[in-house]
């Protein structure tokens, strides 16, 4: 009798796990859908879900850049860019996992945009990060496109030298 019990206990404990396993697949490959209230230039919030888009780095909201020999908010000019992308038209973002800082990443799409980190990355407000939208980003900088028209820090560079003189 014991080992017909500690057989399906263990019955049971693999059932579950691949139960787990299941539901962990399946929120990997959610959709959220619905109208976009943008945080910044690679963040956004759908309903209650806070998404980064996955693939893309944009300035940070504080960062400057250099465009004519002029200092320009370029992390404003992200943030704005992006909400043109997503105003007035709902959004469908297709959440491929998290990042390190347990942030949700997904690819983003409206009816007018297939994807809108390569448009982001492709205008120049934003550069290709973790080996997405390499194509994108080279004709950006041929085009001299946005960040491209003048100069600038890389976003994950910018952070790491301010993060270290705010300490």
């Known amino acids: 009798m014991k080992r017909l019990l500690s057989g399906v206990g263990s019955l049971l404990v693999l059932a579950m796990l691949a139960l787990a396993a299941q539901a962990l697949r399946t929120w990997n490959q959610s959709t959220v859908t619905g109208a976009a209230a943008v945080v910044d230039g690679d963040s956004l919030r759908v309903g209650g879900t806070v998404i980064r888009l996955k693939g893309i780095d ?77 194509r994108e980003e080279t004709a950006a900088r041929a085009r001299r496109r946005g960040l491209w028209a003048g100069s600038f820090e890389r976003p994950q560079d910018w952070r790491r030298e301010h993060q270290r003189s705010a300490r």
């Open 58 to 134: 944009a300035p940070e909201l504080q960062q400057t850049c250099e465009r004519e020999g002029r200092s320009y908010r370029c992390g404003d000019e992200a943030r704005r860019a992006l909400a043109n992308l997503v105003e007035g038209d709902g959004l469908t973002c297709t959440l491929e996992g998290k990042d390190r800082y347990d942030r949700n990443l997904a690819r983003c799409s409206t009816s007018a945009r297939n994807d809108i980190g390569a448009v982001m990355v492709e205008e120049g407000h934003a550069v290709a990060y973790g080996g997405g939208y390499r």
